[in-house]
């Protein structure tokens, strides 16, 4: 399974960004899709997640009520919509697939909050 990540960019505080993910393949087998980030000096964090099915949506504290993650499983494609941006927001984000043969990352998209 291969997945891209894309949409990353430069955006000023309060802006919008919505970050896409193509898979490759999407079946029965994934058990989780979600979204990453690490910003400069700082561990890869959880910013979002969903089960395979669409159900259980997860949002780390900074970003709740500003991210929202979805998926079109006709075309392959995971999203996170990112709204009210802030610098503090700025980070590479990585898209990862959990299935039941293992876990699968997209190379990472930076975003850039100027204030």
């Known amino acids: 399974v291969q997945l891209q990540a894309s949409g990353g960019g430069l955006v000023q505080a309060g802006g919008s960004r919505r970050l896409s993910c193509a898979i490759s393949?999407?079946?029965?087998?994934?058990?989780?899709m979600a979204w990453y980030r690490q910003a400069p000096g700082n561990q890869r964090e959880l910013v979002a997640a969903?089960?395979?099915?669409?159900?259980?949506?997860n949002y780390a504290a900074p970003v709740k009520g500003r991210f929202t993650i979805s998926k079109d499983d006709e075309k392959r494609m995971m999203y996170l919509q990112m709204n009210s941006l802030m610098t503090e927001d700025t980070a590479v984000y990585y898209c990862?697939?959990?299935?039941?043969?293992?876990?699968?990352w997209g190379k990472g998209t930076l975003v850039t909050v100027s204030s």
């Open positions: 393949r999407m079946d029965s087998s994934i058990v989780a």
């Open positions: 969903m089960m395979g099915g669409g159900g259980i949506l």
């Open positions: 990862k697939l959990t299935t039941r043969r293992g876990d699968y």
